[in-house]
């Protein structure tokens, strides 16, 4: 060891590793702080970046209105069609998604073999690791005319007179019921892998007892697991309609872009936020026009980041209440 | 849902119905849930077997090759679009990992404190942000005040993208790293930095590497960032840049600039232009852009899923 502290080449080894140390802890600490500034920097990026358009428009850019306008000539936006758009599609995608998704995660955790459930979970994540792009390539040629069309002038003709379903579907397709749709394919997978890690984490204690007192199968999954894990699926579903809301590529290219649309119909082209941002901001040739995308954008940001947080809270509190190998 | 529950008092099962019927319910529900799972492999099927046969018979080397001809007219290739998605994928790589990496090793060696915490929160929370307001953010932070769309904006946005995917992967394949190793390398007398380097980073390498394959596939299948970073640019080609310099003589730093600092097209870029436009040629190379794209996720998927089990069945 004595060696070690005589310098070498004038180089004294062992205190450069000291000093290594704090240089060390120190990168670490930076990055650390880094990953939380990035996210600051985008919600503080996007405020400043669309000064123009909240200084010109106020809260009239937000307001609901039934003349409410999208107008790039006239210099006049206004976004609540786009904001129901938003949400009128990923509401409807959570409404479908939400049913499937659960009854997957309960058949992957609770009804299949062993051997079926590594490589059922992984085609049911390939559905989510499959490009948006792709997704929107497919929905325009394939999707959209051979099931949502059809789909859509049946659910018109039929229940033609909810205003939910008012109006009638275009022939390529191209609707906010089309974006649900798809919307829904995609969502399901962020679902249900997580519902799926909330009921494998529910201790087996509690399935042998609800079985040991004579409950069926589906009783025990439905009076039993499904109430122990609801806080944990309440996040779920909240990532899902954060994945919804935020989507872009494929529903741009299958929702028709109609920013000033504010029927609500669901058959009808409409408009999300992420997608009027990605049609318009190339073409956008205004700076008020683009300042008004990125307030979108920031509109979006704060979003998501609000329902990301409660769906994080609300998985960890899960994960935290319930030791993750408490299944053996 | 709690109806039943409540009906019954609590401390003894009251069924409400006859076995028969509860039986029934059973068999029923069961059913449903094996025939949602069916119903959601459906679209999985049918978009890989559709990409798989339409992409394949539009496929040929021509479209890696070769630069994109005038419109409408056939052949051609999307070579620009190929070099793009690199050159970004290269940039958003050497951004993230090391980011990630690190900011993982603190979250990992201070799991419990309030920085650790929040870092946690803070990824989970980064990889729910809609990717195209991290676009907005990458054209905010370098296009405007730079002026010019560039490979440069479109490595930084895929990069924070790709940031939440390794740093949680890393994280928790730092914590599966025993600790008596690390113990015996600070026993030793190395320092914590050459610990974490020498000793405990490279115990975890293969997880390291899982992580940032699942986010270099997740980045490649990234549009909505490229549309105001990247912007497009058909007319991109790498090779000839590098020509041209080197005949030009210029120092390796110029040539490596004007590689990334223009805009660049990509292979999801393209598509998504590629698919608006009325020209059949165009829509075909679309569909083999689309099979080239799907089976580099899906494999790279399937390799590092492989490996995963691979290694975890030979560790028991």
Same mark, same amino acid.
């Given at each position: 060891m004595a060696?070690?502290?005589?310098?070498?080449?004038?180089?004294?080894?062992?205190?450069?590793?000291?000093?290594?140390?704090?240089?060390w802890s120190g990168i670490v600490i930076a990055m650390a702080f880094f990953v939380l500034v990035i996210m600051i920097a985008i919600g503080w990026s996007v405020w400043s970046a669309s000064a123009d358009s909240r200084a010109a428009f106020g809260w009239s850019f937000v307001a609901p209105t039934s003349d409410s306008n999208w107008d790039p000539v006239n210099s006049l936006f206004q976004a609540w069609p786009i904001i129901t758009g938003t949400l009128t599609t990923a509401i409807i995608t959570i409404f479908l998604a939400t049913p499937i998704s659960i009854a997957?995660?309960?058949?992957?955790?609770?009804?299949?073999?062993?051997?079926?459930?590594?490589?059922?979970?992984?085609?049911?994540?390939?559905?989510?690791?499959?490009?948006?792009?792709?997704?929107?390539?497919w929905g325009i040629f394939v999707f959209l005319p051979k099931v949502v069309a059809p789909f859509g002038q049946f659910l018109g003709a039929t229940f033609g007179w909810l205003p939910l379903l008012a109006g009638s579907i275009p022939p390529s397709g191209t609707s906010r019921l089309a974006a649900s749709l798809i919307l829904t394919i995609m969502v399901t997978p962020t679902i249900t892998a997580v519902t799926r890690d909330v009921l494998l984490a529910i201790p087996n204690s509690q399935r042998e007892a609800a079985l040991a007192i004579g409950a069926t199968r589906w009783e025990m999954i439905w009076q039993v697991l499904l109430p122990y894990g609801l806080s944990g699926m309440l996040g779920a579903i909240i990532l899902g309609l954060?994945?919804?809301?935020?989507?872009?590529?494929?529903?741009?290219?299958?929702?028709?872009?109609?920013?000033?649309?504010?029927?609500?119909?669901?058959?009808?082209?409409?408009?999300?936020?992420?997608?009027?941002?990605?049609?318009e901001f190339a073409e956008a040739v205004t700076k008020?026009?683009?300042?008004?995308?990125?307030?979108?954008?920031?509109?979006?940001?704060?979003?998501?980041?609000?329902?990301?947080?409660?769906a994080r809270l609300l998985v960890w509190r899960v994960a935290s209440l319930v030791p993750t190998d408490s299944r053996a | 849902m709690s109806t039943t529950t409540r009906a019954a008092p609590r401390g003894y099962i009251q069924p409400r119905a006859g076995f028969l019927y509860r039986r029934a319910v059973n068999v029923l529900m069961l059913t449903l849930t094996g025939v949602a799972t069916l119903l959601a492999l459906v679209p999985l099927v049918w978009i890989v077997v559709y990409v798989l046969i339409t992409g394949g018979k539009y496929i040929n080397l021509d479209l890696f090759v070769r630069m994109p001809v005038a419109l409408g007219d056939p052949g051609g290739g999307v070579l620009p679009a190929l070099e793009g998605t690199i050159i970004t994928t290269v940039l958003s790589t050497l951004f993230s990992v090391p980011v990630a990496v690190l900011a993982a090793f603190y979250a990992a060696d201070h799991a419990n404190t309030p920085l650790g915490i929040a870092i946690r929160f803070g990824t989970d929370v980064l990889a729910g942000v809609p990717s195209i307001v991290i676009g907005l953010f990458g054209y905010a932070l370098i296009v405007v005040p730079q002026g010019h769309y560039s490979a440069l904006a479109a490595g930084v946005a895929v990069g924070i993208v790709m940031l939440p995917t390794v740093t949680r992967t890393t994280e928790e394949m730092l914590k599966l790293v025993p600790k008596s190793l690390r113990e015996g390398s600070l026993a030793l007398g190395a320092p914590e930095w050459v610990?974490?380097?020498?000793?405990?980073?490279?115990?975890?390498?293969?997880?390291?590497?899982?992580? $940032?394959?699942?986010?270099?596939?997740r980045g490649v299948g990234e549009t909505a960032p490229l549309l105001f970073t990247a912007l497009? &640019? !058909?007319?991109?080609? $790498?090779?000839?840049?590098?020509?041209?310099?080197?005949?030009?003589?210029?120092?390796?730093?110029?040539?490596? &600039?004007?590689?990334?600092?223009?805009?660049? !097209?990509?292979?999801?870029?393209?598509?998504?232009?590629?698919?608006?436009?009325?020209?059949?040629?165009?829509?075909?190379?679309?569909?083999?852009?689309?099979?080239?794209?799907?089976?580099?996720?899906?494999?790279t998927n399937i390799v590092v899923r492989w490996v995963v089990t691979r290694n975890r069945v030979a560790g028991h």
């Open positions: 060696k070690a502290d005589t310098p070498r080449n004038g180089f004294d080894l062992r205190r450069w590793w000291r000093h290594g140390d704090a240089a997957i995660a309960i058949f992957m955790s609770e009804l299949c073999p062993l051997w079926l459930r590594q490589p059922l979970s992984f085609m049911i994540e390939m559905l989510a690791a499959i490009p948006s792009v792709v997704y929107g390539l954060g994945r919804a809301l935020g989507e872009t590529m494929a529903v741009t290219m299958v929702i028709g872009n109609n920013t000033v649309e504010s029927t609500g119909s669901l058959l009808v082209p409409g408009a999300t936020l992420a997608s009027t941002i990605a049609n008020l026009h683009t300042s008004a995308l990125i307030e979108l954008g920031l509109i979006l940001f704060v979003i998501t980041l609000i329902l990301n947080m409660i | 610990t974490s380097l020498r000793v405990v980073l490279p115990a975890a390498a293969s997880g390291v590497v899982t992580g $940032v394959m699942l986010a270099i596939a497009g &640019n !058909d007319r991109y080609e $790498v090779g000839q840049i590098i020509t041209s310099g080197v005949q030009g003589h210029l120092p390796f730093l110029t040539i490596l &600039n004007r590689i990334i600092d223009q805009p660049v !097209d990509g292979l999801t870029l393209t598509m998504w232009k590629y698919a608006q436009q009325p020209f059949p040629e165009r829509i075909q190379q679309a569909w083999a852009v689309a099979l080239v794209l799907m089976l580099f996720v899906l494999l």
